[in-house]
């Protein structure tokens, strides 16, 4: 528990934090990075070198601060890191690191007359305390699935045992146990973590699940990504029959029971996760709209699958929208970016509905935008960042 002296020391640090706290954290990523090679493969050196990561950290530690008294009223953020933490397998000796090197980046940065022994002390007291709180709840989160069924701690092997082309640059893999055992339901909307070993190099990796776990099987379905290590190597190298190791289910973006109508809306690869999310709805008999933007039919992955379960489902409308006709692909519902107007034409009339939506960070903040526009309650509009979680101003 902080003292009443430690938290003014925190809340005064705010103003620092808000107007040099990315350069900070850069200082404090390439500290550790360099000085702990043991952790690297924790963290996604792409993201580190666009920024995305020192940005999602910084903003991470200037809400802490902000809310040293209320930390309830940090929302769901703690729950996203928690998450994020136990799909890359983040455990609680990994924090003494994390700790040491934040504070010589606090004292480093800020200097001898800002971070005096009161300020480092209580930023001290401060990361102990947040450690806590993560160790403890990631370690609950660990032994549930651990003892659940079909549940396992760490990493377990894992086969290729089917790939599929979904569009021009979207392949799925499908990968069952080693071990032949069962497997942990996946909640749809949820990501695995994967351990690669790519050039004597350990990396490790998110990717949503696409597809229901109940047929003992998982399956995601990744984008080629220019310059992306594990995408490439899933892409060109990964073959079936190839072996892998993968974390349990994690994340807290999933599908929460309601009878609502349902509004799935993507962008590109953010159709991942919708797709599971659209099985599970359409078994429950709820009304669902999904629409799906993509830059044209070429790289538009499931198509015939969603108009399939459409032609099945009559409570499903699907409607799609490309930025572009490339003269070739089926035709979209509309060509050019989604706009408030177009999309208010593809709501339910009730607005009283429930919205997920994934995709870039761009396309999702302008869907937010436009769904509070239109009236839909902002705590039944949810999103889930594939990267480091960011503003959506």
Known sequence: ???????????????????????????????????????????NQAHQASGDQPRALA???????????????????????????????????HYPIVGSCLLRAI??????????PAVMN?????????????????????????????????AREFKLVRREQESAEITSFYFEPVDNGPILAAEPGQYIGMQL??????????YSLSALSDAGQYRISVKREAGGRASNYLHDQMQVGASIQLFPPAGEFTLADSDKPLVLISGGVG?????PMLEAALASQRPVHFIHCARNGGVHA????????????????????????????????????????????WLPQERDLDAYFLGPKAFMAAIKRHLKALG?????????????????E
């Not at 809340?11 to 990523?29: M, N």
């Not at 991470?60 to 309830?72: K, P, S, T």
Request: proline share 5%; charged share 25%; glycine share 8%.
């Open 1 to 43: 528990m902080l003292s009443v002296e430690d938290r003014a020391i925190i809340k005064s640090t705010v103003p620092l934090l808000e107007s040099g706290g990315e350069a900070l954290i850069t200082h404090f990523y390439r500290m550790m990075l360099s000085e702990y090679p043991q952790v690297r493969p924790l963290f």
């Open 59 to 93: 903003n991470g530690v200037l809400m802490y601060a902000r809310h040293i008294d209320q930390l309830d009223q940090l929302g769901d953020l703690v729950a996203k890191i928690i998450n994020k933490h136990v799909a890359l397998q983040i455990l609680p000796e």
């Open 107 to 116: 004292s480093e940065v800020l200097g001898e007359e800002i971070a005096t």
């Open 122 to 154: 209580a930023w001290g007291a401060a990361y102990n305390q947040l450690a806590d709180i993560l160790i403890g709840a990631e370690g609950a989160i660990y032994d549930q699935k651990a003892q659940a069924p079909g549940g396992w701690r760490g």
């Open 197 to 206: 070993f790519l050039d004597g190099e350990e990396i490790r990796r998110n």
């Open 271 to 275: 159709i991942t996760p919708t797709l």
């Open 302 to 345: 499931f198509r015939d699958w969603v108009d399939g379960l459409a032609a099945r489902h009559p409570q499903l409308k699907r409607f799609y929208c490309y930025a572009e006709d490339d003269g070739v692909s089926p035709v979209a519902d509309k060509v050019g970016l989604l706009s408030q107007e177009q999309l208010a034409e």
């Open 376 to 392: 839909v309650p902002e705590k039944q509009s949810r999103y889930e960042f594939f990267g480091p979680a960011a503003a959506l």
